[in-house]
């Protein structure tokens, strides 16, 4: 009986110390609580434990022990340890341990060869101690497991601990916390600071980042979700020398394998060097692209001031926030072969000026198209003067006095928030034509070497763009001045006739064309009309349009008929060399009331009656002047007081999105209502309706209204001065 007693009471104290090997249910112990679920290491090795009495009988068996050895409880319980587990071969050495420790020589530890149930020998690792109870009796404890196991774990544990102080990776683990808990050398290679300055302490404590609070967030939010995060890039500290660090770290929530967790791992690389090289790579990319489209975007047209406005645009806001295109006035005011001056002050005409949001810089640059003089000691002088890039990476109070015009500008741009400055001669054929202005506010970054270079390559381009369009408008404006000299300068004393006139070129590129009209006092009270147009633009039409109408003053005054005048006006611009006009030629004879008129390939004519409908005169089209060999025929209809005749050139009524027919209904539209208007109202009528902004071609606008002939000029009428 008391055997049976002890076993039965060794067999509850072995059920009581099964059950105590997990730990209850409870609150992580992280958390200062008992934990809620088993886990952790001990269930990787699968720990058991084996009580022995002092005889070397087993007095208590965990179901671990089962599990390694393969014997249950009740195989197990009361029968000697050494004759159940251990070979023969092995027992002498057993019980000469036993004998240790039971004698109190210490525990034993070791791999020692164990028979399994199934009759293989597994090696076990066994840790082995003495036990007292209250009444002095010995006990020896086993704590076993299984060898491989611990072989494996030990190998894991081996190889996370030197891929963790040997990883070029820096890797951290942080606490339930969020509390450095493990930093590894390359952590704190990167940080710049030891692991004891980490340890314990949360990201925002430990690392000087400006990005701490993003980190710190994504830390949270991956300990609570779960979902890592992958290669984020964060600023890290600055380096010496003051680079600013970039990484790329990835956040892991960790989990025991009973999927409790305990923290979130991190792992940062120093991508600083890359990440800078990439930025470099890109902006080298960007300023390629950016010149690349400075050839398509900048001179598509001989517009000086378009042309500014393209370059003002291509650079705003991909390269500053506010960009101003200001030329020299002396370069505007005529034609330079040479250079210009290199000291003193300057006198700039701003051509465009752009910003990339509404700004207070805006007021403090100067107005488009009014001159702006600058002392010597402005920033955008000394650029013109020296023809060389200035640059202020980081602008300072006294800077924005030498940048702004004036005291009050300098306000606005400090205002504005402009902290880096920049400008570039637009320099092309060895002269400074002005410069490129260039301001960075809301762009944190200050200009740098690189961008002078690619802001000077998009000025040189520029100012080649700008120089052919100062050409062109030098050329276009003396081809005008000739053409206005060339034109009649008053109006001539015309006998029962009353005249009004208007020459305007080409709005959109100031081009200037071969129009030009005439009212010539005959002999005998007659009056000639003319209109006509040399094909061609520019001086050369110009000059050929002063000579077709010299000639025809010259035939007018002979009194030949309409169509005899342009058979000799045909002869005559056939040799001068290729070129061609067309031409409406009429007589007024106030005496008959009668007109003739004559067509060289011109748009027709509208005859206005006093009181009745406008019409188009149906002449016969005949040919352009100078393709030869086209008779040319007269017309005559009655031209009573107070009647009118419109000449005009093409340029009234052609245009390159409605049809002819519509555009000359528009015109005798027109003159339905200005019938009652006088005749300079009516002609300012005519260009305001029907002429655009960007009409490319010149008009010449004639009209005449007969009135009663007085006695008085009964007589032959004298020539006038046109």
């Known amino acids: 009986m008391p055997g049976r007693l002890a076993v039965r009471s060794r067999g509850a104290m072995m059920e009581r110390m099964s059950a105590a090997a997990l730990p209850p249910p409870g609150p992580d112990p992280a958390n200062g609580e008992l934990a809620v679920e088993p886990g952790g290491l001990l269930d990787v090795l699968g720990v058991a434990a084996v009580v022995l009495d002092a005889s070397g009988r087993i007095v208590l068996w965990s179901p671990q022990a089962e599990t390694i050895f393969g014997y249950p409880a009740h195989e197990a319980l009361g029968r000697p340890a050494a004759r159940l587990l251990v070979e023969e071969r092995h027992r002498d050495r057993v019980l000469a341990l036993f004998e240790q420790v039971m004698s109190g020589g210490g525990p034993w530890a070791g791999v020692f060869p164990v028979r399994h149930k199934d009759g293989r020998t597994i090696p076990v690792e066994f840790r082995n101690t003495r036990l007292l109870d209250s009444q002095g009796r010995r006990y020896a404890l086993g704590l076993a497991t299984d060898g491989a196991t611990v072989r494996r774990v030990e190998q894991d544990l081996a190889l996370s601990s030197r891929l963790v102080a040997h990883s070029p990776i ?110 470099a790579a890109a902006r080298a990319r960007r300023r390629l692209a950016v010149i690349a489209d400075a050839s398509e975007r900048v001179g598509t047209t001989l517009d000086l001031d378009l042309t500014a406005h393209e370059l003002a645009d291509l650079v705003v806001p991909e390269f500053a926030d506010i960009a101003a295109v200001d030329v020299l006035e002396d370069i505007l005011s005529g034609p330079h072969h040479g250079g210009t001056r290199t000291s003193g002050p300057a006198v700039f005409r701003a051509l465009a000026v752009k910003a990339a949001y509404p700004t207070p810089a805006e007021e403090a640059a100067d107005p488009v198209g009014e001159p702006a003089r600058y002392g010597a000691e402005r920033l955008v002088t000394q650029c013109a003067r020296t023809g060389r890039p200035v640059l202020v990476e980081r602008v300072t109070d006294d800077d924005l006095t030498r940048i702004a015009r004036a005291d009050s500008a300098a306000r606005l741009l400090r205002q504005a928030g402009v902290h880096s400055y920049l400008a570039v001669p637009l320099r092309a054929r060895g002269v400074v034509l002005g410069v490129l202005d260039l301001k960075r506010a809301r762009n944190s970054l200050p200009f740098d070497r690189d961008d002078v270079l690619l802001a000077g390559e998009l000025a040189a381009r520029a100012a080649v763009a700008i120089d052919n369009a100062r050409w062109y408008r030098h050329q276009s404006q003396a081809a005008l001045a000739l053409q206005r000299h060339l034109l009649p300068h008053g109006p001539a004393r015309l006998n029962g ?31 000639a009309l003319v209109v006509g147009d040399v094909m ?142 006088p005749l300079e109202q009516t002609c300012d009528l005519l260009l305001g309706a029907l002429r655009g902004p960007d009409d490319h071609d010149d008009v010449a606008l004639l009209i005449a209204r007969a009135h009663a002939l007085a006695e008085a000029e009964g007589g032959g009428g004298e020539e006038g001065a046109p």
């Open 497 to 527: 006739l009353d005249a009004a006139y208007r020459y305007q070129p080409a709005s959109a590129a100031v081009e200037v064309g071969g129009d030009w009209f005439d009212a010539i006092p005959l002999p005998g009270g007659e009056t």
């Open 536 to 677: 061609g633009s520019g001086i050369n039409a110009a000059a050929t349009m002063g000579q077709v109408r010299t000639a025809a003053r010259t035939l007018a005054a002979l009194g030949l008929p309409p169509a005899v005048v342009l058979t000799h006006l045909d002869r005559t611009v056939a040799g001068l060399d290729e070129a061609m006009a067309t031409c409406v030629y009429a007589v007024y004879d106030p005496r008959r009331r009668i007109c003739r008129l004559a067509n060289a390939g011109h748009p027709p004519p509208v005859h206005v009656p006093a009181g009745r409908a406008p019409r188009l005169l149906d002449l016969p089209t005949g040919a352009p002047l100078g393709v030869g060999g086209v008779p040319f025929e007269t017309v005559e209809i009655a031209f009573e007081a107070g009647d009118e005749l419109v000449l005009y050139t093409d340029g009234l009524v052609e245009t390159r999105d409605q049809d002819i027919d519509v555009r000359l209904a528009a015109l005798t539209d027109l003159l339905a209502l200005s019938s009652s208007l």
């Open 170 to 279: 820096g890797l951290a683990v942080l606490d339930m916390d969020l509390r450095f808990v493990l930093v590894n050398p390359a952590m704190e290679r990167i940080a710049g600071r030891s692991a004891d300055a980490h340890l314990g302490r949360t990201f925002r404590q430990a690392v000087a980042t400006p990005d701490a609070d993003m980190v710190e967030s994504a830390l949270r939010e991956v300990l609570e979700t779960g979902a890592p995060l992958l290669s984020r890039s964060v600023r890290g500290p600055l380096r010496p020398g003051g680079r600013q660090q970039i990484w790329s770290i990835s956040l892991y929530r960790l989990e025991t394998s009973a999927q409790r967790v305990v923290g979130v791992a991190a792992s940062v690389v120093d991508i600083t060097d890359q990440h800078h090289a990439a930025r």
